[in-house]
């Protein structure tokens, strides 16, 4: 894998709020022209006046909308990555949380290994790249990928529509990336931690609860950082709350081993 650019992902299409205001300004500006010309008009000035405000107002409502979707797409995307920030993904786990019964959301919280000393010895632009990489392939296994906080990144499953944890958790085993900035290879290893919704369970309690097992998942002995590649790499997968109801909301894990996910090979 050679440098890491977050490809774009598909967004709606958006008026441009710079264009819409421009145009909107233009217009009234050729109108209030025409007015104090004194053009002859084929209608009553009062008519023409009707014409201007029927025609102008609608550009202007639009301006507004399109000034208030690129003010809301700023404050929820982050801007190094690409991916929904902290806000966007409360209020993604807000909406999912309003018809999730207990077990049908969990989430993942991600953490990048030695992105400080990665900062300290190579760069900070390095580290940017790094994070980018983690952003790329994260988003590749789950559309409803956040960065949260620093090297800190969010996976929202939504377990009520076929998404499972497990598939999710074996994809995170470390590989390494070729960084564009510095001119050769990293290990890109994640540590990561997750919880499953409870019987009235509010959205800080989950994401604390998922934050806690991230915090247990980087404690353990023999848990290694950045640039040493674990001979078996450790997956966490849930245990099954009963036997005919896999993954159904129990807060439980069992160890797995997993080797190379397919599709992740060194460059």
């Given at each position: 894998m050679s440098g890491c650019a977050l490809a774009a992902r598909p967004q709606p299409p958006e008026l441009k709020p710079a264009t819409m205001v421009a145009g909107g300004l233009l217009y009234w500006a050729l109108l209030q022209t025409a007015i104090m010309s004194g053009a002859t008009l084929p209608f009553t000035d009062a008519a023409f006046e009707q014409l201007v405000v029927a025609?102008?107002?609608?550009?202007?409502?639009?301006?507004?909308?399109?000034?208030?979707?690129?003010?809301?797409?700023?404050?929820?995307?982050?801007?190094?990555?690409?991916?929904?920030?902290?806000?966007?993904?409360a209020l993604k786990a807000l909406r999912l949380l309003e018809g999730s019964a207990p077990g049908g959301l969990s989430l993942i919280i991600i953490d990048v290994d030695g992105l400080k000393a990665l900062n300290d010895g190579?760069?900070?632009?390095?580290?940017?790249?790094?994070?980018?990489?983690?952003?790329?392939?994260?988003?590749?296994?789950?559309?409803?990928?956040?960065?949260?906080?620093?090297?800190?990144?969010?996976?929202?499953?939504?377990?009520?529509?076929?998404?499972?944890?497990?598939s999710v958790v074996r994809s995170l085993a470390p590989y390494d990336v070729e960084l564009l900035t510095c001119g050769h290879k990293h290990t890109l290893q994640l540590s990561y931690g997750f919880a499953t919704l409870r019987e009235a369970e509010s959205y800080e309690q989950l994401f604390g609860r998922a934050e806690t097992r991230l915090r247990q998942f980087k404690s353990r002995p023999g848990n290694s950082r950045l640039g040493s590649r674990p001979a078996s790499p450790m997956v966490e997968a849930e245990a099954p709350a009963a036997p005919e109801s896999p993954e159904a909301g129990s807060d439980r894990v069992v160890s797995i081993f997993s080797r190379r996910p397919k599709g992740l090979t060194r460059s």
């Open positions: 025609m102008g107002l609608p550009l202007l409502a639009l301006a507004a909308v399109a000034l208030k979707q690129e003010g809301r797409r700023r404050q929820e995307i982050d801007a190094l990555t690409g991916l929904g920030n902290r806000r966007a993904l190579c760069s900070h632009r390095v580290g940017d790249e790094l994070l980018r990489c983690a952003a790329q392939h994260l988003s590749g296994l789950s559309a409803d990928t956040f960065r949260v906080d620093g090297d800190e990144f969010a996976v929202l499953v939504d377990r009520a529509s076929g998404d499972s944890v497990a």
